[in-house]
Structure formats: structure tokens, C-alpha cells
């Protein structure tokens, strides 16, 4: 047992601002002298009520989302979100494209098969997901209800360096592992959604950005929380929301606003993942498989091509306090998922052991 925090490069739940785990600690048991915690007070408290109108405004002025766009707090993660889109946003033709880039992209369109026609419009598994397939508008089918892909590719460690162009038909993102780690133009995307136990805060919270228009045309035999208008006509209040999630997330929306804004966090992230990948690719014993422009600066991923080496790295590295290197468990390796909260004193620590690794493991 040790008081010292890790360096925790798992891929969610990962690290939080040690400076909101403070603030959340000293108002834990008595929130600003109020005299209940977070947790025990009523969802239509006033003091929740400004917890709640806050993060929205904090997320809506740090991402700079556009006045008819809707922003909602659900649960049921992003997995939910996998279901909630065919069933609200198949409006028309009940049909809509996926592009497949990992396994949450499978996944996602799996989910949304059992409720319309999907066309998979390109997929990069014939090469182990280590690139993303270049699409253009004469690809989507002309009467598609929405467009789908996922951002950024958790397990494989890879992102859509360009937004697709989709013309007219809604494009819709799985973000879960990339919101607020650089600057989006929400006006390009119909719908954005994302857990949060990435980039934004505990698991329990789901984040949903929606073009008005988009919401409202759910089937009628729809189970009322699954459908958007619900939530955005109550404010995310229709139901108790996750009250203490949400008021972890309002707080790091703060610490984004008061660290100078997604720009300011996205050079910060550049830097640690320029360094990172710098280092991986400037030695001949780690290799990263994914190339080099469709590279994630969220989650970084490589190998050193032997899986007994690949264990002994994790264990030791877990051994000095650097947590969670290790893959996901469906492709193995290793992989440094640096999001937002990951101070670049733990990549520097992170290379500093990758060297003397290799110095004895070589
Ligand atoms: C983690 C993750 C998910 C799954 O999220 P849950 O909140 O556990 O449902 C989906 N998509 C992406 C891109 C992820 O990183």
C-alpha cells in the first residue's frame, strides 16, 4: 500500500485532475456548507439545479456548441448510445452507413442492425484496424437516415484525422475516447455522443450532442428514456439523473475552462503524444503497428513483438507505479492511453522506463 497516486494509463475509467478530486473530497460530505453531500440531495434541489445548468453551459462554451444543438446527460454509456441512435434517428429510410475502425464501430452497427438496413460502407479489419479508410460523399448511400463512425479507436489507438464528408445526411460520432482532447466543429456532426469515464469524468454519465432538428421522430412504441426528446424537453431531469457523475464532470468542464480551453489542453496533448510516439518510433525494439497519420493522441499503442517480453513490461512497469499498459485483452501488447488528466511527467517517466526496459530486456 502506498499514498502515492499512480500514474494510471488505463483505458477507462482512467485518471481524473487530481485538483477536482480534491475540491470533490473537501465538499464531499457537506457541499459549499449547504449541509448535504452531492450524492444525498434532491435532483431538483436548487443546489443541483446550478450544478447541472453550469456543466452545460461550461461544456457548451468550452466546445463551442452552436445554439441549435441539444445537450443531454443520460446513462446507460455509450453502449446505450449504440441502440438510442438507429432507434431515434432512422427517421426515413431506415437506413444508415457505418464505417468500421475497431471493435466499438463493429459493435455499434451490430447493434443498430436490429433496427433497419445497414450498409457497412468501409472497414479497415482486413488489416487488423491499424489505418482509417479515406471515404468521400459519392460512398454513402444518397437516402441514408445518418452516417456513423467512432472517432477515435480506443483498443487500436487510431482517429479519423479528417471528418467525412456526408453532404446532407446527418453524420453521427462515437467520441467517447477523444471529446475535449483537441478542437471540434460541432456544426459538422448531426449527433455526438460519449461515456464518460474517458476524458470527462465517472462512469454513469453518457454525453449527448443532437441537432434539434434531429430529435423527435422516435417510433411511438419507443420506451420513453430511450427517446432523446424526453430527455431534452426535461432538461435532462425527466427521470434522477446521475447527480454526483454529472457534478465530477461540471467540475473538470471548470479546470478545462480555467487551463485556457480545448486549444490550450490539445497542445498539451500533442506534445505528450509527439513524444511518446518519437521515442517508439526512434527504436528499433517497440513498434507501433498503426500508421503513422491515422495515430490516436489518446491512446497510444505498441509492442515489442514477443508476448513473454510484452507481459514482463506491464508487471514491472505496474511494480514503479505506472498502471494499466497493458492492451486490451483481444489484441495483447501494450498500450498508454494519455488522456486529458495525464500529466506529461508520466510520459516522461513512462520513456524513461521504456529505455531502461529495452537496455535489459533486449
Ligand atoms: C469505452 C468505449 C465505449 C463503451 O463505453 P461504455 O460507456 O462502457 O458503454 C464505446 N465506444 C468507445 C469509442 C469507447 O472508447
Known amino acids: 500500500m502506498s499514498n502515492k497516486r499512480a500514474y494510471n494509463f488505463s483505458a477507462g475509467p482512467s485518471m481524473l485532475p487530481l485538483s477536482v478530486l480534491e475540491e470533490a473530497a473537501a465538499d464531499l460530505t457537506n457541499y459549499k456548507g449547504c449541509g448535504e453531500s452531492v450524492m444525498e440531495m434532491s435532483h431538483r434541489s436548487g443546489e443541483f439545479s446550478a450544478i447541472l445548468s453550469d456543466a ?25 448510445q449504440f441502440s438510442m441512435v438507429p432507434m431515434n434517428l432512422m427517421r426515413k429510410s431506415k437506413k444508415a452507413d457505418y464505417i468500421i475502425t475497431g471493435a466499438w464501430a463493429k459493435k455499434a452497427a451490430k447493434e443498430a442492425k436490429k433496427f433497419g ?3 457497412i460502407t468501409a472497414s479497415s479489419e482486413e488489416d487488423n484496424f491499424s489505418h482509417i479508410p479515406e471515404v468521400t460523399k459519392d460512398d454513402f448511400r444518397e437516402d441514408a437516415d445518418y452516417v456513423h463512425i467512432t472517432s477515435n479507436n480506443t483498443i ?27 478542437k471540434i466543429d460541432v456544426s459538422r456532426f448531426g449527433l455526438i455522443y460519449a461515456g464518460a469515464q474517458k476524458n470527462i469524468g465517472p462512469a454513469g454519465v453518457t454525453i449527448v450532442i443532437a441537432r434539434e432538428e434531429l430529435l423527435g421522430h422516435a417510433g411511438e412504441n419507443i420506451p420513453v428514456y430511450l427517446d432523446y426528446k424526453t430527455h431534452s424537453d426535461n432538461g435532462s431531469t425527466y427521470n434522477t439523473p446521475p447527480c454526483f457523475a454529472i457534478y465530477i464532470a461540471g467540475l473538470v468542464f471548470k479546470k478545462i475552462k480555467k487551463d485556457g480551453g480545448i486549444s490550450a489542453i490539445e ?12 521515442f517508439i518510433d526512434s527504436s528499433d525494439f517497440y513498434k507501433c503497428p498503426t500508421r503513422k497519420k491515422d495515430r490516436s493522441i489518446m491512446n497510444v499503442v505498441f509492442v515489442t513483438g514477443d508476448g513473454e517480453k510484452d507481459k514482463k513490461f506491464v508487471s514491472e512497469a505496474k511494480a514503479l507505479g505506472m498502471h494499466n499498459l497493458n492492451g486490451h485483452r483481444s489484441i495483447g501488447g501494450m498500450r ?27
Open 56 to 80: 452545460e453551459a461550461d461544456l457548451r462554451e468550452i466546445m463551442d456548441i452552436p445554439s441549435n444543438y441539444k445537450v443531454m446527460f443520460i446513462q446507460g454509456g455509450a453502449t446505450l
Open 117 to 119: 438496413d445497414i450498409k
Open 156 to 182: 487500436y489507438g487510431t482517429k479519423f484525422p479528417y471528418i467525412p464528408d456526408t453532404g446532407d445526411i446527418p453524420l453521427v460520432s462515437d467520441m467517447s475516447s477523444c471529446i475535449l482532447s483537441e
Open 267 to 278: 497542445k498539451k496533448n500533442r506534445v505528450k503524444a509527439d513524444k511518446l510516439y518519437g
Open 336 to 362: 498508454a492511453s494519455i488522456y486529458n488528466a495525464m500529466p506529461e511527467e508520466g510520459v516522461d517517466t513512462l520513456i524513461e522506463f521504456m529505455k531502461k526496459f529495452e537496455a535489459e530486456n533486449k
